[in-house]
């Protein structure tokens, strides 16, 4: 099998999923995007959070060209990304019981504000306790998943439930078992993931939906532009000047 026949299978893959979502979860990111217009309108603050590979969709929003200003990462260290040393300490990181909280007891979300968790799995300990501990503090939580690890996996949390069980509205990624979109004879294991491409669409939608809601009410929402274009560099220091306290990347 030649190599580019693999990589049109893979976008057309990747393609199908996007397809999918947009067809399948369409209500729910119009939903989403109205919840994140409410945060802001009600002078709330927007988080993200992710750990290992979700991390990456949840950072592709933060002080982004063409995204919301408010949009803060909220960090657990040593698992956003992956570059702690060794790698595999993120991933059992994510099993500890207790470190949800103890982030949130220590950031600067309150009660009023939106969380997006994003896991592809939702087993595991870290993000199922970070939408229930950020729920039991008076955010809204929006859960960024996989449904189908929910029926075809077992929970790691000893509630035996998974992130879509803890969440104000769940936005289901469609990503089947294993996250791997291709096979080939000589190839042993299954490959091509295409969580990052389609988690980090969903995240983009639901943040184009909430810019045009906000504006639908009369709101001009805070936009960021690119640096790299002439006057980029002033129109970004007004917003950030404007909405200081809700934007926590500078500090």
Same mark, same amino acid.
């Given at each position: ?20 979502? #947009? ?5 729910? +990111? ?5 919840? %994140? ?48 040393? !060794?790698?595999? @300490?993120?991933?059992?990181?994510? #099993? ?21 968790? +994003? ?21 809204? %939580? +929006?859960? %960024? ?5 929910? =029926?075809?996996?077992?929970?790691? &949390? ?7 069980? &803890? ?8 990503? !089947? ?12 294991? !299954? ?17 184009? =939906? ?6 639908? #009410? ?5 936009? @960021? ?7 980029? &560099? ?18």
């Amino acid at each position: 099998m030649s190599e580019s026949k693999l990589a049109g299978q893979y976008f057309d893959a990747a393609i199908g999923l996007l397809q999918r979502v #947009r067809d399948e979860e369409a209500a729910r +990111i119009e939903a989403a995007g109205a919840l %994140v217009a409410d945060t802001v309108a009600a002078g709330g603050r927007l988080f993200t959070f992710g750990a290992g590979h979700s991390s990456l969709p949840a950072q592709d929003v933060v002080y982004r060209a063409g995204g919301l200003a408010l949009a803060n990462l909220l960090p657990v260290p040593g698992v956003v990304g992956v570059d702690v040393v !060794p790698a595999t @300490l993120g991933s059992a990181l994510e #099993r500890v019981d207790g470190l949800a909280g103890a982030v949130l007891d220590t950031s600067p979300t309150r009660a009023g504000d939106l969380l997006f968790v +994003i896991s592809l799995s939702g087993r595991n300990a870290l993000p199922v306790e970070m939408a229930q501990n950020a729920r039991a503090l008076g955010l809204k %939580v +929006i859960g %960024v998943t996989s449904v189908a690890y929910a =029926t075809g996996t077992t929970s790691r &949390h000893s509630s035996g439930t998974f992130l879509k069980d &803890h969440c104000d509205l769940v936005l289901d990624s469609k990503i !089947p078992l294993g996250d791997a979109e291709l096979t080939a004879e000589g190839i042993g294991a !299954p490959f091509g993931p295409a969580s990052t491409v389609v988690t980090s669409a969903v995240m983009q939608a639901v943040m184009a =939906t909430a810019a045009g809601e906000l504006a639908s #009410r009369g709101i001009d929402p805070p936009m @960021l532009r690119s640096g790299n274009v002439d006057g980029g &560099h002033e129109w970004n220091g007004r917003v950030m000047a404007e909405y200081a306290d809700r934007i926590f990347y500078r500090r």
